[in-house]
């Protein structure tokens, strides 16, 4: 018979889950299979396209690679899709259908999402990589924030002044100012105290002594010109306050000697104490320098390590993220991106969801022919698995008819077996009873005395004397027995009869 050649729409409609000898009898279906494996095909290619900027985006896959990766998950995608198609049977319940329908939409809805997402993404690649830069800048700015309040790098500013200040130690060779030691700058306030309360006396006596004048010229005071006794009174207070003066003046020079001698006494300390401070200041800076050196290479170790992750971080999380921030920030693109992703997803859910409203349908001449055939299908392999069930049981009947005549035949040569056995172990029976009877004999002809010699004149008798030589008693011993099993007799060599006395004397 000719087999005829299939035709692209064959192949659809066989992709789409037809068969083609029921479209041979319903070719009014054969459309809408064939545009059912064309849909499915759409959906293999979304999902190649998918994969292939999935892979680059994400991992950075040479483009060739991607694309022969991509046409393998469409292939798989294409098969998942087929399987979702042939597994949803038409059914009279209403039940049944929707019992096999969510399932597969939902599995279709979560292979929609997988497929649609990277497309998506790569609609908006040129808006995604502005708002990457933007993420990646405010993740350095974190970064370098967290670092700068972390625990482990807090001794960094005062090493860093520490140094600064035993720097400042070796460049002055050690030497201090000796006004800033404590015991000059005790004095320097003693003296500086008791500067201002001179002062104060010395402006209150200048006081007194103008208030005592200007009585004595009448100008103030009482008015009386000359020496009253207003002017006797203001004298008075100026001569006691010159007193005040005096012991103030006094006081003052006390603290200005010992300021000296403070300022004498911290210099002599000071270049004493210059080659400890120098010595210290060396040891400190080295161990300040080392340990700032260390937290600082460390901090920018991490820096840089951020750094280069931060630079890479253009993924596809990455763009999922910056997909997120730009529809917060621009709704007019999520609500782009929501359209889209709602158009691919639409796409990989028509397949499935045209088998679902089909099968919520009156079920066409193509289900009722598919049924048929199915049902002839079912008839026709039970006949052959009865045909094949008697073929088996008659075997069993040879095999068990075949093993029943091996048993006799067994059975049978065991008897005979049995019987041989015995008839041999009855004639060794017979042979050594046979034996015992012929030694007695023997014994007793050996055992009986020969008869005294006649006289030289008498006649010489003629008795026979039964002896044997050995070769004869040899010959008997081995001669078979004549006894046979059931009584049976056989011709043996004749035992020699006993010669006369005489004739083996005369020999």
């Known amino acids: 018979m000719k087999v005829r050649n299939r035709t692209t729409g064959d192949r659809l409609a066989v992709l789409a889950g037809a068969r083609l000898d029921v479209l041979a009898v319903a070719p009014g279906a054969r459309a809408k299979f064939v545009a059912l494996g064309g849909v499915l095909v759409s959906t293999g290619g979304l999902a190649a396209l998918s994969m292939a900027f999935a892979l680059h985006m994400a991992l950075g896959v040479w483009w060739p690679v991607s694309a022969l990766v991509g046409i393998g998950w469409g292939m798989v995608i294409v098969n998942l899709d087929r399987m979702l198609l042939v597994g949803m049977a038409h059914d009279s319940s209403w039940l049944r259908n929707a019992a096999m329908a969510v399932p597969r939409i939902a599995l279709a809805v ?14 908006f690649s040129k808006e995604i990589d502005t708002t990457i830069v933007t993420l990646q800048a405010e993740a350095a700015e974190q970064f370098t924030d967290e670092l700068a309040a972390d625990a482990r790098y ?27 030691d404590p015991r000059v700058t005790g004095a320097q306030a003693e003296r500086d105290a008791k500067q201002a309360t001179y002062d ?20 103030c005071g009482s008015g009386d010109e000359g020496q009253g006794a207003a002017y006797f009174g203001a004298a008075a207070a100026a001569a006691a306050q010159a007193d005040v003066r005096d012991a103030a003046r006094a006081e003052l020079d006390t603290a200005e000697r010992a300021l000296e001698q403070a300022r004498e006494s911290a210099g002599t300390d000071a270049v004493s104490a210059g080659a400890r ?38 993924g596809l999380l990455a763009r999922l993220e910056a997909m997120d921030r730009l529809a917060q920030d621009r709704p007019a ?31 066409t001449a193509y289900d009722r022919l598919e049924e048929l055939r199915d049902e002839e299908d079912v008839a026709a392999e039970e006949i052959r698995r009865n045909g094949r069930q008697r073929a088996q049981q008659a075997r069993a009947d040879l095999i068990v008819a075949a093993e029943t005549d091996r048993m006799a035949r067994e059975i049978l040569d065991r008897e005979i077996a049995a019987r041989e056995e015995a008839e041999r172990a009855a004639e060794r029976k017979a042979r050594r009873r046979e034996a015992r009877s012929l030694r007695r004999v023997l014994g007793r002809m050996v055992r009986t005395p020969a008869p005294a010699p006649a006289p030289a004149a008498a006649k010489p008798v003629t008795s026979l004397e039964p002896t044997l030589d050995t070769g004869e008693l040899e010959a008997m011993m081995t001669a078979p027995s004549a006894v046979r099993t059931f009584g049976t007799t056989a011709s043996r060599p004749a035992v020699p009869a ?7 004397t005369d020999n």
């Open 154 to 180: 807090a001794p960094v500013p005062v090493l860093e002044q520490q140094i600064a200040e035993e720097q400042a130690v070796l460049a002055g060779g050690g030497t201090t100012d000796p006004n800033a």
């Open 333 to 363: 693109a999520g609500t782009a991106h929501l359209m889209l992703f709602l158009l691919f997803l639409s796409v990989e859910l028509l397949p499935v969801l045209m088998k679902v409203m089909l099968n919520f349908s009156e079920p």
């Open 498 to 504: 006993p010669r006369v006395a005489g004739v083996l």
């Open 277 to 314: 401070s120098v010595a210290i200041a060396q040891a400190d800076l080295a161990t300040h320098t080392a340990e700032l050196q260390r937290l600082t290479s460390a901090r920018v170790a991490e820096q840089a390590a951020f750094d280069e992750q931060n630079a890479q971080s253009d």
């Open 200 to 219: 104060a006396a010395a402006q209150t006596f200048a006081d007194l002594q103008a208030k005592a004048q200007c009585e004595l010229d009448g100008t």
């Open 110 to 123: 979560l292979l929609g999402t997988v497929i649609s997402t990277p497309l998506t993404l790569q609609v």
